[in-house]
């Protein structure tokens, strides 16, 4: 049985929205920003059928003006049956009410559709989703957020912080934000809130580390996780390497040099390091100009990779040097015993007999200012 | 006491952000300056007199140092007007024809000095690349601003206008490391319950709008605002008794709202004539 009120509210509204977004919203809708890498450009409005829902379609919000039935708090009429254009356009009619939001989408990084026009995700009438949302939330951020779409279904590693609870609403605030991407948080905050707790287990259901205790208990913070900056190796939405890595890393202790396989440390640190065996500037790691970064990773078979000797996320010593390492099939660990010194350091009994190395240091740089 | 706590506070922020990158110059030390030959073949130097010197060491052909010369561009180009000295630094390992695509392609509008057999890098220890360094009038080094996926603008430019003067530590550290916003919509659905309210009063539609008006007191009972408007509306009805109980709640809630003493002592008074 279809109510009258509801189908005729529902025409009308139609109508209007023929009336208004044709020429202005679906003017806007041709207008894009380039997406920063590659792929489909994102849409900077989307317009949407704002009328009310059907009769017999379940309504899981509505909007108490539209509850209150009294078209004229939006409308020119207060007639359901014929309520006329809406008397304050665009999202200014919104924001009389939802007056926070003004401050919201104030903030330094601001939602460009939700800016442009509410209606691009909220039907003002009622929805068959919550907080009047035109679609389900995933779906309704990657109805333009398309490679969003791909990258978190179709990845081989999959996070499932973007698809459980609030989706992408679990990091982002689709109004506005401090934090750019619009984060709610900046991403260590975010991430910490799941991953720093026990017994988290990941998509395919391994046990993943509890970061709050790590970082507790090992105070030499790796320099991303020092700037709060985990998106500096890990994608959040999805990604083809273990653990959601940006690029290759290798996974195990020893490996056959290739650069490709530090393709994740390159990106921020220097890859030359492992390819000169000499140095006077680019490493510290050097005993005079010998390249000891070269010298344990750049071997044909048996290099001793990252991992081998640094801790990714901390460690209790300098440099993140690992406490030891796994020797054998029976889990012992291997004493690292490094020691750091004013000029270079020192590795005590460990996978070698003692070797100690003296880095010269510059003496150009000048004085701290204090010690004028 | 709560002063020095924010003020520590505001430190631990900044010296964990800015406190690595550069092995051999830590915050604080003064750079030696230098002269250096460039890309386009001239020599510029370092270091200049300006308020404040920023120095970015990059990789040609390298995606964080695209992202971070397009970004630190930008920021070059958002803070022309002041006394900022920019200039860009590669080492003369890479071919210069693969530093000249980046310098076109990231709109890098100043000067790319070379780093003669990493004479530069080595002097500062630098432990990454892209690394951005800041340093005052006097050579100081005032942060050391390696990449982030997330904010690195936001972050470089609080650190330039830190030593420029224009904004505090503790502003600094609430660029760094932002506290949480609120997010949107959170608490908000009593006060637009209330904005409702009115707009169906002024529409002429009492009964929703006490509705409405009585919604908000659920979700929030620490507001006045709503007891006043039905209090308002009550009056308005007749109904003195239960009108000057719903300004009583708005006064308890706030004593000085001038809308609920006025409200209240209209009724109290009542019209001239009235007992």
Redesign the interface.
Known sequence: MVDPHQSLCAAVAALFLVMTLTSAVAAEAAKTTPKKRSGTPIPTVKTNNLAPLAAGVKAISSH??FE???C??CHQN?DPKNPGPVTVPGNESCL??????KA?MG??FSHVAAKENCGSCHNPHNSAQP?LLVEELGALCNSCHADMKTMTTEAKVKHDAVTTGQKCSNCH?????????L?????F?LCINCHGKDGVLDHDGKKLTNFKTLLAENPEHH??V????C??CHNPHGGEHFRLLNSEYPQQFYSAYDPKLYALC?????E?ILKDPTT???T?FRNGEINLHYLHVNKAERGRTCRACHEVHAAKQTHQMRDGVPYGAKGWTLKINYTKTPFGGTCDKTCHETKSYTNK??T???????QK | MRNLVTVAAAAAVIS??S???F????V?????NQEMPTVDGTRHLLLTNATANVFVFF?PG???SRATLEQVARCAKDMADKSVHWVAVVSD?YAREKVETDIKETGLAMPVLIDE???L??????????VTGITDR?H?LAACV??????FP?ILQAHVRRVLGEISDKELAEAI?????I???EG?GA???M??AE??RQ?G?IE?AL??AR?SIEKDASAAAPHILIGQILAGQGNRGEALKEFALALKLEPANTNALVGAKALRDGPPGAK
């Open positions: 108490s003006p209150a039935g009294d004229s708090l207060k009389e009410c939802h007056e926070d939001f919201v903030r330094k907080k605030d689709a109004h506005g934000a401090k934090v750019e991407h984060l709610t948080k900046l991403p905050d320099g991303p020092a700037d709060k900056d998106s500096a390159f990106e921020c640190h220097e030359q006077k500037n680019l510290l240091v510059f150009a740089i000048g004085k701290p200012a204090n | 964990a952000s406190a690595w990158g092995a051999n110059a830590a604080g030390t003064v750079i030696a990789r390298q995606e964080h390992r057999g990493d004479a890098y080595g002097r500062l220890g630098v432990a990454l690349c892209p006097d100081k390696p990449f982030t996926k997330v904010n936001v490391d932002p506290s949480a916003a997010r949107s919509g908000a006060r637009q319950q904005k409702l707009k169906l529409a539609n929703k509705e409405f919604k």
